[in-house]
C-alpha cells in the first residue's frame, strides 16, 4: 500500500536520513539509498535552512508548507510537503519523520501564491456580485463573519435586510472607480465593529463591472482610544470648567456675605449710609448671579443657530449704539468701519450680537488695563473671498502667548474678580456653531485683532439643513 | 497706642468694602489698592503692618507680586495673608506656583468666601507677632 500511495512518500530519521521512499518518490528524485533529505530534495550540501523537521520537533504537530525542490533530471520543481511526526515504541520521542510531497505546475504554484495572499492578508477582504451577494472572501473575513458565501454583503456585514444607504460597492458598480466610506457593523459573535471600507471595480474584459472587490479594515480599537481620548478631554474640560465655575461663585459669596455684613453693621450703628451700600453690595452680586447663570447655560446650551437673512452692517451699528456711552465715558473712542458691499447673510442675530458685545468689552476692558492714552475700539466688518468677516481690534494692553494659547480653549480670565471666563468660550462656540473660524492676533502691549470669519457657502448649506 | 495699618490688595471692589468694614470695625486702620501696578507703592508709602492679598487679578498675579515682596529689603517681613477663591484652603500649595524655594510661603491663605471671626483672629495674630529675625 505504501508503494502504492499517488503521491511521494520518504521516511526520514533525526540525522536526515532517508530510511525509506515510496516508488513515486523513486521515479521522481531517483536513488535515494544512503542519502540525506536536501541531498535528494534540493541536491543540497548541508541542511536547509527551514528545515521544517524542526518545527515538527518543536510542536509535535504535522507542518504544511510549499517548497522548491530539484527532480532526478535537475528539472527545478514546485511542491507541497506535509511532515508528519512518527513515534516508534514508548514515550513521546519522535524518532522519524515522513515526508509527502505532491508536485504543482507553476501555474498551479502561483494561484495557491495568490490564494494565500488573499488569505493572509490582515484586513477583511470580500468580492461581491451584482446581486449583492459575496461570491468570495478571504480568512479573516470569514473568521470574523462566519460562512459567507452566496449570502447579501449587507446582511453579513450588518445583518439588514435591505441595501445600505450610501453603498460604496453600489457606488462602484455604477461609476468604475474607488470609493470609500466609515461603516458599523456586527460580527459573528454578534459584536459591533467599525471598519474602513475602500471598494473597487473587478474587470475582467469588456467594461462593465462584473464584481466589486472590498476591503475592510477594523478600527474598532481605534475607535474606541479615540473615544476614551475624547471622553478624557471631556472630564477635563468638566474640570475646568467647574473650578473656573466655583472661583466665579466664591467672588460672589464673598460680595453677598460682604453686603450682608455692612447691612447688619449699619443697622447696629443706626447708620443709613453704610446699610445703602450694604444694599446695593447686596444687589449687585445678585444681578452678577443672574448673569453668570445666564451665560452658563448659553455656553452649555448645544443647539443649531436660528439662522435669518440680516444686514451685518446693522449689527455693527446696533454694537457701537450700545457700547459708545460706555466707552466714551471711559475716554475710549468706539469707531465702526464698514467695507465695500456687504451683503446680508443668514446668520443667528442674537448669536452673533453676543459674540461681538463680547469682544468689545474685551476690547473696552483691555483698553482700560493698557497704559497709553488715546485708546481706540474698532468694529469692522467685510467680505472676502466667499467670506463674511467681523473684525474687533483695540490698541489697549494685548495679549502675551502664554495666554493667547488658553483664552478659547479654557475658562480662562485675565480680568480677576471681573470676569467669568466664559465670554470667548461662548463666542467661539456660537462661531463654530455657525461653521466659521475665530482667531486672534495680539502681542503684550500692542493692542489685539479678533478676527470671525464665516464661510458664506457653509451659512447657506446651514440654513438649508435647519430648515428641511 | 497707634492703630495697625492693613493693605488690601484686590481688585474687586465689594471686597474691598467688605474688608475694610471688617477691619475698621475691629479696630484697625485699613487701605486699599485695586490695581496690582500700584500696590508696590502703596506698601512704600503706608509701610503696613499685614497684607491681604487676591490671588487672581488683571495684569498680574497676587502670587507674583507677593514674590517679588519677598525680595524687597526693608519690606520682606510684612506679614501676607492670601485671600482667593481659586482653591480650598487645606489644598493650597504656595510652592506649586512658585518653584524658587528661597521664597517663604505666605503666613496664611484664607478662601473666600471669609469666615469673619477666622480672618480677625489671623489678623490679630499676625499683626501682634514680633518679627526677631528676618526671613
Redesign the interface.
Known amino acids: 500500500m505504501f508503494q502504492q500511495l499517488p503521491y511521494n512518500v520518504a521516511v526520514i530519521d533525526r540525522e536526515y536520513n532517508i530510511v525509506e521512499a515510496n516508488r513515486s518518490f523513486t521515479e521522481y528524485f531517483g536513488n535515494w539509498h544512503n542519502k540525506k533529505c536536501y541531498e535528494v530534495y534540493k541536491k543540497l550540501e548541508e541542511p536547509c535552512n527551514d528545515c521544517p523537521a524542526i518545527e515538527v520537533l518543536k510542536d509535535k504537530k504535522s507542518v504544511v508548507f510549499d517548497s522548491i525542490g530539484i527532480d532526478q533530471h535537475g528539472k527545478k520543481t514546485h511542491y507541497v510537503a506535509q511532515v508528519f511526526p512518527l513515534k516508534t515504541g514508548r514515550g513521546s520521542k519522535i524518532n522519524y519523520f515522513m515526508e509527502m510531497t505532491n508536485t504543482v505546475t507553476e501555474k498551479d504554484h502561483w494561484q495557491q501564491e495568490c490564494q494565500i495572499l488573499f488569505d493572509r492578508v490582515p484586513c477583511y477582504i470580500s468580492v461581491i456580485g451584482e446581486d449583492f451577494r459575496i461570491v468570495r472572501a478571504n480568512e479573516a473575513f470569514r473568521e470574523n463573519f462566519g460562512d459567507v458565501i452566496g449570502q447579501f454583503c449587507y446582511k453579513v456585514y450588518k445583518r439588514k435586510k435591505t441595501k445600505c444607504r450610501n453603498c460604496p460597492a453600489e457606488k462602484t458598480f455604477k461609476d468604475g472607480k474607488a470609493h470609500h466610506s466609515i461603516q458599523q457593523g456586527i460580527d459573528v459573535k454578534g459584536q459591533k465593529i467599525h471598519y474602513a471600507v475602500s471598494t473597487s471595480a473587478l474587470i475582467r474584459g469588456g467594461d462593465s463591472v462584473a464584481h466589486v472587490i472590498e476591503i475592510s479594515d477594523d478600527i474598532t480599537e481605534l475607535r474606541k482610544l479615540e473615544n476614551e481620548v475624547i471622553e478624557a478631554e471631556r472630564l477635563a474640560a468638566v474640570g475646568q470648567t467647574v473650578a473656573g465655575l466655583a472661583h466665579s461663585i466664591k467672588n460672589i459669596l464673598m460680595g453677598l456675605e460682604g453686603g450682608k455684613y455692612i447691612v447688619s453693621l449699619g443697622l447696629k450703628k443706626n447708620n443709613k449710609e453704610m446699610i445703602n451700600q450694604g444694599w446695593e453690595m447686596l444687589e449687585r452680586n445678585f444681578d452678577k448671579t443672574t448673569s453668570l447663570v445666564k451665560d452658563f447655560l448659553s455656553f452649555s446650551k448645544g443647539r443649531l443657530p436660528k439662522q435669518e437673512m440680516i444686514d451685518p452692517v446693522d449689527l455693527v451699528l446696533e454694537i457701537v449704539d450700545l457700547y459708545k456711552d460706555i466707552a466714551a465715558q471711559s475716554g475710549i473712542k468706539l469707531k465702526s468701519k464698514i467695507g465695500k458691499n456687504v451683503k446680508p447673510a443668514q446668520l443667528d442675530h442674537d448669536g452673533i450680537h453676543t459674540c461681538l458685545t463680547n469682544l468689545v468689552s474685551n476690547a473696552i476692558d483691555a483698553c482700560l488695563m493698557g497704559d497709553h492714552k488715546g485708546t481706540e475700539v474698532l468694529i469692522s466688518v467685510s467680505e472676502g473671498r466667499d467670506k463674511l468677516i467681523f473684525e474687533v481690534s483695540d490698541n489697549g494692553s494685548g495679549i502675551d502667548y502664554e495666554i493667547k494659547k488658553k483664552i478659547f480653549t479654557t475658562f480662562f480670565t485675565t480680568k480677576g474678580g471681573q470676569g467669568t471666563g466664559l465670554g470667548l468660550l461662548t463666542t467661539r462656540k456660537i462661531v463654530k456653531e455657525h461653521g466659521g473660524n475665530i482667531k486672534v492676533i495680539s502681542h503684550k502691549g500692542e493692542g489685539a485683532r479678533f478676527i470671525m470669519e464665516f464661510s458664506r457657502k457653509r451659512l447657506s448649506s446651514l440654513y438649508k439643513q435647519s430648515k428641511e | 497706642m497707634p492703630k495697625k495699618k492693613i493693605l488690601i490688595i484686590?481688585?474687586?471692589p465689594?471686597?474691598i468694602?467688605?474688608?475694610t468694614?471688617?477691619l475698621e470695625?475691629n479696630g484697625y486702620d485699613s487701605f486699599a489698592v485695586s490695581e496690582i501696578k500700584n500696590a508696590m507703592d502703596k506698601v512704600k508709602e503706608i509701610r503696613p503692618d499685614l497684607i491681604c492679598l487676591?490671588i487672581?487679578?488683571?495684569?498680574e498675579t497676587g502670587i507674583s507680586f507677593y514674590s517679588k515682596l519677598r525680595q524687597e529689603k526693608g519690606f520682606d517681613s510684612i506679614p501676607v495673608i492670601i485671600i482667593s477663591?481659586?482653591v480650598e484652603r487645606e489644598k493650597f500649595d504656595f510652592h506649586s506656583y512658585v518653584s524658587d524655594d528661597s521664597i517663604s510661603k505666605p503666613d496664611c491663605y484664607i478662601?473666600?468666601?471669609?469666615n469673619?471671626d477666622y480672618f480677625i483672629e489671623k489678623v490679630k495674630e499676625l499683626t501682634s507677632k514680633k518679627i526677631l529675625t528676618k526671613r
Do not use: S
Request: net charge negative.
Open positions: 484686590d481688585d474687586e465689594d471686597v468694602t467688605y474688608l468694614a471688617v470695625a487676591d487672581v487679578m488683571p495684569g477663591g481659586m478662601e473666600k468666601p471669609i469673619v
